[in-house]
T-cell receptor
Framework: GQQLNQSPQSMFIQEGEDVSMNCTSS?????WLWYKQDPGEGPVLLIA?????ELTSNGRLTAQFGITRKDSFLNISASIPSDVGIYFC????????????FGAGTTVTVRA | SQTIHQWPATLVQPVGSPLSLECTVE??????LYWYRQAAGRGLQLLFYSVGIGQISSEVPQNLSASRPQDRQFILSSKKLLLSDSGFYLCAWRTGTYNQPQHFGDGTRLSIL
């Protein structure tokens, strides 16, 4: 599938901080998804976005579908220790596309 | 509600041995099914997907094969495992309707010795 550029590759969080990560592509996507993966488990869907400009929240998480349809970002407000994990963005090119393209992931760890 | 089950959770196999990983989905009909592999600290690589019984699409030529003998069952197999087959294998499903997201199982950690 298409390669998604996800950044940053890793980040350290301190409890209470707001953090942000984003995903960009050279192609236009029909759907953007954000997943979180805890160690040894499968990714869990956090937020799904279906329209350009859409801003959707899930608790302390907020994600936006970029106006150009080539990018998306995820914000975590007021970080807590259980926010650590790997966050993946994923995009679907067309409504009839069975496959997803994934970013390489952003690893979030707690700053010592 | 829909659930997805993968087993076993962990597996240690010698090089050259066969492999069979199973994935089943409950609570939905005619799902799209997927097998991914994830190397340590890496992203997700799509291996196979299926849109119906007996219909398998292969994404990466390799030592593995997939089968879908029943509507909600997806099996990943190998006749002879290689060291490079080690990794974390994830099964995923989604409904066949427009634009629905994929949902993942808990994965199988496969170690080849």
């Amino acid at each position: 599938g298409q390669q998604l550029n996800q950044s940053p590759q890793s980040m350290f969080i301190q409890e209470g901080e707001d953090v942000s990560m984003n995903c960009t592509s050279s192609s236009i996507f029909n759907t953007w998804l954000w997943y979180k993966q805890d160690p040894g488990e499968g990714p869990v869907l956090l937020i799904a976005l279906y329209k350009a400009g859409e801003l959707t929240s899930n608790g302390r998480l907020t994600a936006q579908f970029g106006i150009t349809r080539k990018d998306s970002f995820l914000n975590i407000s007021a970080s807590i220790p259980s926010d650590v994990g790997i966050y993946f963005c994923a995009g679907q090119l067309g409504s009839n596309d069975y496959k997803l393209s994934f970013g390489a992931g952003t690893t979030v760890t707690v700053r010592a | 509600s829909q659930t997805i089950h993968q087993w076993p959770a962990t597996l240690v196999q010698p090089v050259g041995s066969p492999l069979s990983l199973e994935c089943t989905v409950e609570g939905t009909s005619n799902p799209n099914l997927y097998w991914y592999r994830q190397a340590a600290g890496r992203g997700l690589q799509l291996l196979f997907y299926s849109v119906g019984i007996g219909q398998i699409s292969s994404e990466v030529p390799q030592n593995l094969s997939a089968s879908r003998p029943q509507d909600r069952q997806f099996i990943l197999s190998s006749k002879k495992l290689l060291l490079s087959d080690s990794g974390f294998y994830l099964c995923a499903w989604r409904t066949g309707t427009y634009n629905q997201p994929q949902h993942f199982g808990d994965g199988t950690r496969l170690s080849i010795l």
